[in-house]
């Protein structure tokens, strides 16, 4: 039991985890294969009634249940022998005269062969039979049943033995309830067992709809109600005692036998119900018999009646299941008149209505613990079994119990919409739905991957292991590759693009496009409970699949929230469009052609979710954006290459995906920062800007470049930022020193100290944690982004948006490169710090960026001429190797080269070669990077000018020049270069052609 009366923490509900119960480890033991032993007559009689397997077949269909029994008939003992050594038989049934040999004689011999079988007989109902039965030796039967033909009762036979099989493991493992039936007549429980089970089959198809999919809807049926049958006071006590904390409700006679003797006098049923009520007394007890006289008894306990002759009884039995049993929906009453107050036909409305209704309604219901019996009644077990111990002495008042019971509902709902992808569903789409699919195709590569991470979240119990933070991905919905497939035929779009037309022409004919009306409806829903601004990503097929690298290739735009819902459509709507334009941008086609895939093969999913951070003026930004991996090229010191690494900025996560000055740390040593080792350089290298989102609706209006209503401000504009003050140092210009804080005189650098250094919140060991259970699970080293919010608003706790897992692509490792036999001393170029593994075969040509002329201000020039160039590789079909110095992909220019990876796609090599005086630590973190290790790409690092590594320029300015201008120059060789890089050494180098040397 909770402290209730201590730490008022409980009165939260993200301080709750309220896990929904496991269905799919219900009802495990199920009967798939019955074997029928009937006379020719009764086979006869069963084959004109229709196939018996057809009866049972139908009768599961309307009761919409699944895994129907097949059954299988034999007419003799010798079939019976033969279908028994051949067949896996699960379930006896045998009629009460199958001919040559007496059917009590054989169940005896049946059962001394196969122990494990149930065996039931079914009987005509006659005096006789009832005679017969009295003077039988039935140790051999597990039931025995009257029978008129109706296939309802074989499905209550299979339920009640199903039942009787998973009770121990369904009832007192798991929770599942069950109703005790207490009845020695075998017509009278032959007649209630079917009614009873088609009442719990009808409440089972109402609480299916807690579920939030198809395939769960199904799995909660599993949670209904189990039927136990006793015949016999002892059999119905030993079943109460197993079983009492999971006991809906008892229906016993009021007469049958003790120690196997009737006794009408003794009236056992009392006895029974006196003994239970007297340990429970709100447990729902229904008393009947054949007797009206005995209604008297009834009404001395205060429990239910029902006569057996009664021309409605079945009616009655319904009545008081519905009524007594939490079945239906809930109703709350007014304790003095018993008028209905009001009534919740499902969790959300119950939720809603705890808030309203009046004290002693909420008093009174509570003490009859009906709350926990219709969640019980409903599979809802993890709460009910919560607030069934409950008090309201417990809680120091009635609004204490009230906020109590709402946060622990409200803390099941969250739990359970983080496990699933939901059925979208406009009519109960509400803030708990944490992951929703629109359409029925494929929700795309970026989809799945953020529906692993919400698995792993709640494999690994991580929403709430860390102190006042919670982790989880960011409310989502998807639309599946369907809706893209109807978007394009309805619209005719394929016409244009496909064409060889600018980008912003197919942006423009795909904004003026429509989406499908249901679609538009069903957005309308999302943009009332979506109430940040929302980012608006693709997901396509071939997207962070682990061979198919797509990472970063498609549009993300960013829609400021309206409080006007028609305006806030249009802008959402405008957004998914733009990112199904994407896909048949220049950019596009060009990777589609290196990764030798069909462009109109691509399929769209696009994911709509809220973005992690707060608004602050006319600006919405995270506290810190990052990407981590599980392994690091560059360890330093102490570091190991599996210990990973992380980057981490202020701001929007562009900074980082565009390859951004951020800060760069290992996990397992977050104190140990190579930029910030000495204050000059923790001046020069860390983040000098940062990304921010335009709260302006007015401002969003789509073009192809999706940054466009995303503002790029210089680190100093953050210190009005509260955020900023979290992640800040200051370095004090008269004394030189840097200190951890923010301090009003000095000026601010971006270090995260209070977070690395004095873990103010868990940053590292919250990487660590994913990095390590995310390698595991996907069986690859992998890479994770991720966004905090370490200023929330209202009290709640921080916030660490898991945001992507990804594979990254890991070379061949088997090859092992013999550096004993390799001349390092005479290469065109060594590196102590490569990227890649194995060989590189088949490359003739070598591009570089010329040192001697190489001025940052032309970088942009620059890349332009290299998409040039790279345009004839793809032409001739031919690779290369490229050399230039800094950063390859920067959005900064003066970093490096600001260079996309389709304008380089046919590059094998890639260096990054410092200058002596333009020294760029090597860039990793960008999805640029990313597919650079997708492809294979070996990625080198040399500074000569520091001793790390050779780079010889004078031998390739020797060589005559297939290509020259004044930035590039490139080079032919007659034969391949031999091209070695060596994962484990961190080594890679690329030989000049032995008739060169």
């Known amino acids: 039991m909770l402290n209730l009366l201590g730490d008022q923490s409980y009165l939260n509900s993200y301080q709750l985890d309220i896990y929904d119960t496991s269905f799919d480890k219900l009802m495990q033991k199920r009967i798939y294969k019955v074997l029928l032993i009937c006379s020719s007559y009764d086979s006869f009689l069963l084959e004109e009634d229709g196939r018996i397997d057809e009866q049972i077949f139908n009768e599961y269909v309307s009761l919409n249940l699944r895994y129907p029994p097949v059954f299988i008939q034999a007419r003799n003992a010798r079939e019976v022998l033969k279908i028994l050594q051949e067949e896996h038989i699960d379930l006896i049934i045998s009629m009460l005269n199958v001919g040559e040999i007496d059917t009590f004689k054989l169940a005896k011999m049946l059962k001394a062969r196969h122990p494990s079988i149930p065996i039931v007989i079914l009987t005509p109902f006659s005096r006789e039979v009832s005679l017969r039965l009295q003077n039988e030796d039935l140790s051999a039967v597990d039931y025995v049943f009257c029978w008129l033909g109706n296939a309802d009762l074989l499905v209550a036979i299979i339920k009640l033995i199903e039942d009787r099989m998973n009770a121990d493991h369904d009832i007192l493992e798991i929770g599942v309830q069950s109703i005790i039936l ?74 049958y036998k003790v120690n196997n003797r009737r006794d009408h006098l003794t009236k056992a049923g009392l006895q029974l119900c006196r003994q239970i009520k007297s340990e429970d007394p709100n447990i729902p007890f229904l008393l009947q018999s054949s007797d009206i006289s005995n209604k008297v008894y009834a009404d001395e306990l ?9 021309k409605s009884f079945s009616y009655e039995l319904k009545k008081y299941i519905l009524d007594n ?100 569903d406009r009519d109960t789409f509400d803030e708990y739905k944490f992951f929703s699919r629109i359409g029925d195709g494929s929700i795309g590569g970026k989809a799945r991957g953020l529906a692993f991470v919400n698995q792993i979240i709640r494999k690994y119990n991580l929403f709430s292991k860390f102190d006042d933070t919670i982790i989880t991905i960011p ?44 679609v538009k409806i069903d957005l309308k829903k999302v943009i009332s409970v979506f109430q940040r601004p929302l980012a608006v990503r693709s997901s396509s097929k071939l997207e962070d699949s682990h061979y198919q690298p797509f990472a970063g290739i498609y549009s993300t735009y960013m829609v400021p929230h309206s409080d006007d819902p028609e305006f806030m459509l249009v802008l959402l709507a405008k ?72 980057n981490i900025g202020f701001g929007l996560g562009k900074l980082i995906v565009d390859g951004g000055v951020s800060l760069r740390f290992s996990p397992k040593y977050p104190k140990k920062i190579l930029q910030l080792s000495s204050v000059e350089m923790a001046l020069r290298q860390t983040q000098k800007n940062f990304y921010a989102l335009n709260v302006d609706p007015n401002s969003f209006e789509p073009k192809v470049d999706d940054s466009m209503n995303l503002f790029n401000l210089d680190i100093k504009e953050a210190e009005s930022i509260p955020d900023f003050k979290l992640i800040a140092s200051t370095y004090d210009m008269h004394s030189g020193i840097l200190r951890d804080g923010y301090f009003d005189e000095g000026l601010k650098l971006v270090t995260f100290a209070s977070i690395l250094k004095h873990n103010t919140f868990p940053l590292a060991k919250i990487i660590t944690e994913l990095l390590e259970i995310g390698q595991r699970e996907m069986n690859n080293h992998i890479e994770i982004e991720f966004a905090a919010n370490l200023a929330p608003t209202d009290g709640m706790p921080k916030l660490f948006n898991f945001l992507q897992i990804r594979p990254i692509v890991d070379s061949d490792q088997s090859e092992l490169v013999e550096w004993e036999h390799i001349d390092i001393n005479k290469p065109i170029l060594y590196s102590k710090s490569a990227l890649g593994h194995g060989k590189v075969e088949g490359v003739y040509d ?28 793809i032409d001739m079909a031919r690779n290369y190797v490229l050399v230039g110095p800094g950063r390859w992909g920067s959005s900064d220019p003066w970093l490096g080269v600001p260079i996309k990876w389709s304008q380089i796609s046919e590059a094998r090599v890639i260096v990054e070669a410092g200058l002596e005086n333009f020294r760029v630590d090597p860039s990793q973190g960008t999805h640029f990077f990313q597919n650079l290790t997708s492809f294979r790409v070996a990625y080198l690092t040399v500074n000569p000018y520091l001793k790390d590594g050779i780079y010889d320029i004078d031998f390739l300015n020797s060589l005559p020049a297939f290509y020259e201008s004044e930035h590039l120059r490139w080079v032919r060789f007659d034969e391949p270069l031999t091209i070695q890089v060596d994962a484990k050494s961190n080594q890679g180098i690329i030989l000049k052609p032995e008739r060169l040397k």
Not at 302 to 309: E, M, Q
Not at 589 to 612: F, H, L, P, R, S
Request: aromatic letters at 12%; one cysteine or more; proline letters at 3%.
């Open 325 to 424: 049993f939490g079945f239906g929906d809930f109703v709350f009453r007014d304790p003095d008149t018993n008028a209905e107050i009001a009534r919740a036909s499902d969790l959300s409305q119950l939720q809603k209505l705890i808030q309203t209704i009046p004290d002693r309604s909420l008093v009174y219901h509570s003490s009859r613990n009906d709350i926990s019996k219709w969640l019980n009644a409903r599979a809802i077990f993890s709460i009910a079994q919560l607030f069934k111990p409950m008090r309201l002495k417990d809680f120091k008042s009635i609004d204490d119990a009230r906020k109590f019971i709402y946060y622990a509902i409200s803390a099941y709902r969250l739990s359970k919409g983080r496990s699933i992808i939901a059925k979208f």
């Open 182 to 255: 207490v009845e020695d007549s075998i017509r009278y429980y032959s007649s209630f067992l079917p009614n009873i089970y088609k009442i719990i089959f009808r409440q089972a198809r109402q609480f299916m709809t807690e579920a939030l999919n198809e395939h769960h809807r199904m799995l909660r049926m599993r949670g209904r109600p189990k039927i136990l049958l006793a015949t016999t006071y002892d059999e119905a006590i030993e079943l109460y005692n197993r079983y009492k904390s999971n006991v809906l409700g008892v229906i016993s006679d009021i007469s």
């Open 575 to 646: 957004a998914i469009k733009s990112v199904y334009a994407s896909v048949f941008y220049k950019a596009s086609k060009a990777y589609m052609n290196a990764t030798q895939n069909v462009i109109d093969e691509e399929k769209m999913g696009v994911i709509i979710q809220e973005i992690c951070g707060n608004q602050y003026g006319n600006m919405y930004l995270p506290t810190l954006s990052g990407v981590a991996r599980s392994i690091n090229f560059y360890p330093i010191g102490d570091e190991k290459t599996e210990d990973g690494i992380a």
């Open 302 to 310: 205060g429990v239910g009646f029902l006569h057996k002759y009664s």
């Open 846 to 873: 070598f591009v570089y960026v010329k040192p001697d002329t190489f001025n940052p201000a032309h970088t942009k020039l620059i890349a332009q001429e290299l998409d040039e160039v790279n345009k004839r590789f």
């Open 475 to 518: 409310r989502t919905v998807v639309l599946s590759t369907d809706i893209f497939d109807e978007f394009m035929e309805s619209n005719d779009l394929y016409s244009i693009a496909l064409q060889d037309v600018d980008d912003e022409v197919i942006l423009n004919a795909f904004l003026e496009a429509k989406l499908p009306d249901r």
